[in-house]
């Protein structure tokens, strides 16, 4: 489903000189999905279709937000019909022409079968005539075949009244004319709004019909569901037969239905391989399909929906269509997010799309070739496919562990893991602790096992190795690009020139990192797609129950459980680790919701990713233990060379802090040293600093979220922080002194704080004012949007909402009052 609730992203604006402007967004876009129910309308339905007409109302009122499931979702629906394939109507007159189709039932040859001689069964050769259908003959045929009774609405009356036209054999179509119906064709049509069938030849040759000819006339019925640009996009698919494959194949429908993003979600009378799942194998079949798994399995599966198989009675009805519904809005949301391999379009260009199954929760990263004029080629790789064929041995993971006293990387095997560690491993679902052959296997299952999933043990059986990637970007690192100097300002110079790191790595490896809910960071080779590390964060293992990395062995397990649901930050940083100090990749991870913590790993040789090196690899950890202060990890982290000459992440403390000392509570500014902690001690003041700005309280709890990092001079450190909190502040924070004891808030109050605290909680965007800064300095433009989601109940907000621009004139205080009021037109002249 297509979430962007209430936040509003645009880029930079210019605007008058004034102190901003604000820009209402009053019912700005809510999570948004299309549900469509399709039903077959021939005579065998009387049953599926009485059922759903007669609890409409409980389905529409609970997918309208009556069930918890679908609360906050802005549900708009449609209702469409199909009878007999397109080519039944067309032929039924003076253009019959012979189907290949062949039909193995006795009762239905009297229709269509040709016979062995190649003539069509029921009429005389003479009647097989070849002349090509008009258009409007075409047409009409289509609109036979399928039908829309409501376009998509929110209006429940109107829904009701679309299905109210559902009877067995009811027109246009009638019952049609076979034993198989236009099922794929229906599918088809809603996903194009009813554009053509690709009009090619798939019948088989047949030597001996000379009045045989291609069944795909090319069949459009332009009847147009509508969808909305910015859903999620549900099919709710009714039927009992088997589909026609001759005007619309597998491979058309679903090209169809995956390339306009459409979730079908299959209500099956019959059973499995039955009904619209037929996968008969007798002679060539009606429905032309061969092998399990069948017509409805295969669509349903490569659009990420569901089938539910036997569907009959009331009470089977109404769970079986809300069910379905629940999981394809889950799944219409699974593509998470692209990133690319290039800050610019060049000839070998690759995107890397992440992705999650809403099913089974499992997740995958794929890379495809760029084309020229940017539309996207051939896929190159899966993650997911590379990493369930990868070897569990052949895996390089790694942990925090305690070695001897000393805090330090470990690889992720049983006998390297803490006795707390193993514990968590050893932890049974209902709390118990397990023995420590359990403990081992689940370990072993983590690292890719599939032994025991379903058997054995009984573990969670998994779609694949890879969990889900939800809230994670994939980060392609390459070759060293970032625009360091080679001196001033901090930055080393002769020998240690960040221009000679960069030459000397320039031929190093791509690799694609992202955080996934299987409770690792993973790095892939870009290249090839195979898996080169991954990372176990030391901070999520618990022997509480419902959570720790036990928790994903459990049968019983949902997606309430993140993990590494964060998207890492990578930048190269001069710093001494339990080395001296060099140029580096360094990698900060967080967690999102899955945890309070961050962590650091030296990214800068792929080629030493092994389990010997997991001292150098893994750097630190800073968690919710080290500073109460610091809440789930959803603000990212910027590395920067700070005016002390010293490296640094800095974060906003983001949500839910444990603190319970006078700034417990308050949104606050860390900045965490990269070089700080690698003794796995972290003392304030040394190796991290935080900045709290005092709002926010134990009872009242606060959240500073993802910072936006200005240097002013040019001299490549950082001078200013912009930042956005829960409570609708946004903070302007002083960096620019040597003396760290001296950052600190640039005002004694925010520098703007929103209409009845609107959240912030995206990353400003900074530009220069358009204006000369004298006497107005540091006269610089911050825009944002404002709004949350952060879990489910963000999605019932129904808040007003607003995009604004901020000048920093030096002057704190702003409120919405002393903005300049702007309107923005669409750029078009039938709608203003």
């Avoid at 002349?131 to 003959?137: I, S």
């Avoid at 429908?253 to 079908?264: D, F, P, Y």
């Amino acid at each position: 489903m297509r979430c962007v609730p209430f936040v509003l992203l645009l880029g930079a604006l210019w605007g008058a000189p004034s102190v901003g402007l604000a820009q209402s967004v009053s019912d700005a876009g809510a999570c948004r999905a299309d549900v469509v129910f399709l039903m077959d309308n021939t005579g065998s339905m009387g049953g599926p279709i009485n059922s759903t007409k007669r609890n409409a109302r409980t389905i529409l009122d609970a997918i309208s937000g009556g069930d918890p499931r679908f609360a906050g979702i802005d549900t708009r629906y449609g209702v469409a019909t199909y009878w007999g394939d397109p080519r039944e109507y067309l032929t039924n007159s003076s253009f019959w022409f012979c189907h290949r189709d062949t039909c193995p039932y006795s009762w239905c040859n009297r229709y269509i079968c040709e016979n062995p001689y190649g003539i069509c069964a029921r009429y005389l050769p003479s009647q097989c005539v070849s002349r090509e259908p008009t258009e409007a003959q075409k047409t009409a045929a289509a609109r036979k075949a399928f039908r829309i009774n409501q376009p998509l609405t929110d209006s429940k009356l109107q829904t009701q009244r679309g299905m109210n036209e559902w009877r067995p054999c009811s027109s246009p179509g009638g019952c049609g004319g076979d034993w198989a119906e236009a099922n794929f064709f229906g599918l088809h049509q809603l996903a194009t709004g009813g554009q053509s069938t690709d009009g090619l030849c798939i019948d088989p040759p047949y030597p001996r019909a000379p009045y045989a000819e291609c069944a795909d006339k090319g069949f459009a019925s332009g009847y147009d569901i509508k969808w909305r640009e910015d859903s999620g996009r549900i099919v709710v698919w009714f039927g009992d037969a088997c589909s026609w494959t001759r005007t619309v194949d597998k491979t058309e429908v679903i090209r169809a239905l995956q390339a306009n993003n459409v979730v079908v979600a299959g209500i099956n009378s019959g059973r499995s391989g039955r009904g619209i799942d037929h996968f008969s194998d007798v002679g060539i079949g009606s429905c032309m399909w061969g092998a399990d798994p069948g017509q409805a399995a295969s669509v349903t599966e490569a659009t990420g929906g569901s089938l539910t198989n036997q569907v009959s009675g009331t009470a089977a009805t109404i769970n079986a269509i809300l069910d379905a519904v629940a999981g394809g809005m889950a799944q219409a949301g699974s593509a998470a997010a692209v990133s690319f391999d290039t800050p610019s379009f060049t000839e070998n260009t690759r995107l890397y799309q992440t992705l999650f199954n809403a099913k089974d929760w499992s997740g995958d990263v794929i890379a495809y070739e760029l084309k020229d004029d940017a539309s996207i080629g051939n896929k190159v790789w899966s993650a997911a496919d590379k990493l369930n064929r990868k070897g569990t041995g052949a895996r390089t993971i790694y942990t925090l562990g305690n070695q001897r006293g000393e805090i330090v990387g470990v690889p992720f095997i049983w006998g390297q893991l803490t006795g707390a560690q193993q514990n968590d491993l050893r932890t049974e679902p209902n709390g118990a602790l397990g023995n420590v052959s359990k403990g081992a296997t689940r370990l072993e299952y983590l690292r890719g096992n599939r032994a025991h999933e379903g058997k054995g043990f009984g573990y969670r059986v998994r779609g694949s190795v890879l969990g889900d990637i939800w809230h994670s970007r994939a980060v392609y690192v390459g070759a060293p690009q970032q625009p360091w100097p080679d001196s001033g300002g901090g930055f080393p110079s002769d020998k240690n020139r960040y221009s000679n790191f960069a030459r000397d790595q320039k031929s190093r490896a791509p690799v694609v990192y992202v955080g996934s809910n299987d409770g690792f960071l993973h790095g892939f080779d870009a290249d090839t797609g195979d898996e080169v590390i991954a990372y176990a964060p030391g901070n999520l293992f618990s022997t509480t129950v419902n959570a720790g990395y036990h928790r994903l062995t459990d049968p019983n397990f949902n997606h309430n459980n993140l993990y590494v649901d964060g998207t890492p930050t990578v930048s190269d940083a001069f710093i001494a680790t339990r080395t001296p100090a060099q140029w580096r990749t360094v990698l900060v991870g967080i967690k999102g919701g899955g945890g309070r913590g961050l962590f650091a790993l030296d990214v800068t040789n792929p080629k030493i990713f092994r389990n010997s090196s997991a001292k150098d690899v893994v750097l630190w950890e800073f968690t919710n233990q080290h500073d109460p202060h610091l809440g789930y990890t959803f603000s990212e982290p910027t590395i920067v060379l700070m005016n002390n000459g010293r490296w640094a992440a800095i974060t906003g403390n983001g949500l839910n802090d444990t603190a319970t000392d006078r700034t417990g509570g308050q949104s606050q500014l860390f900045i965490i040293y990269l070089d700080g902690g690698i003794d796995g001690v972290w003392t304030e003041g040394k190796d991290y600093l935080r900045i709290p700005t005092g709002v926010g309280s134990v009872s009242d709890r606060n959240g500073l979220f993802t910072p936006a990092i200005i240097d002013l001079d040019g001299n490549g450190t950082a001078d200013r922080v912009y930042a956005g909190d829960l409570k609708g502040h946004l903070w302007a924070f002083d960096i620019t002194n040597a003396d760290q004891n001296s950052w600190q808030n640039a005002y004694a109050a925010p520098l703007f704080s929103t209409k009845a605290g609107q959240p912030i909680t995206v990353k400003p965007i900074v530009t220069r004012h358009p204006t000369g800064a004298l006497g107005n300095e540091p006269n610089l433009m911050i825009y944002f949007g404002t709004g949350r989601f952060l879990n489910d109940a963000d999605k019932t907000l129904k808040t007003g909402q607003s995009f604004y621009g901020i000048w920093d004139s030096a002057k704190a205080r702003l409120t919405r009052a002393d903005l300049a009021a702007q309107n923005f037109y669409l750029n078009d002249d039938a709608k203003r």
